[in-house]
Nanobody, 123 residues
Framework: QVQLVESGGGLVQAGGSLRLSCAAS????????MAWYRQTPGKQREMVTT???????NYADSVKGRFTISRDNAKNTVYLQMNSLKPEDTAVYYC?????????????????WGQGTQVTVSS
């Protein structure tokens, strides 16, 4: 089991910056990929960015060049630095961790989610 707690959300003006944190606890040594997703009312949750256990990153086109994900394995924490924020970045941001359990040579992914943190960007 993995528990995730996000922090750092809030209200910011367009063009501003915020830094989100996600602290993991529990079976943290089993975490593979960590990620940030976001969701607005009436829409599906969308992937913002991912980071693998080796540090490889992936970003949604809408945030490339503005957002940066980083991971401190010693602190079991992943960060999301958000710069040049736009009103369309307003959403609830969720931290995600993927644990892969291999049984009889068959890998099975398990997904864990934080409670979410609200980010609001005013125009």
């Amino acid at each position: 089991q993995v528990q995730l707690v996000e922090s750092g959300g809030g209200l910011v003006q367009a063009g501003g910056s915020l830094r989100l944190s996600c602290a993991a606890s529990g079976s943290t040594s089993s975490i593979n990929t960590m990620a940030w997703y976001r969701q607005t009312p009436g829409k599906q949750r969308e992937m913002v960015t991912t980071i693998s256990s080796t540090g490889s990153t992936n970003y949604a086109d809408s945030v490339k060049g503005r957002f940066t994900i980083s991971r401190d394995n010693a602190k079991n924490t992943v960060y999301l630095q958000m710069n040049s924020l736009k009103p369309e970045d307003t959403a609830v941001y969720y931290c995600n961790a993927v644990v892969i359990v291999t049984t009889s040579l068959v890998p099975t992914p398990y997904f864990y989610w934080g409670q979410g943190t609200q980010v609001t960007v005013s125009s």
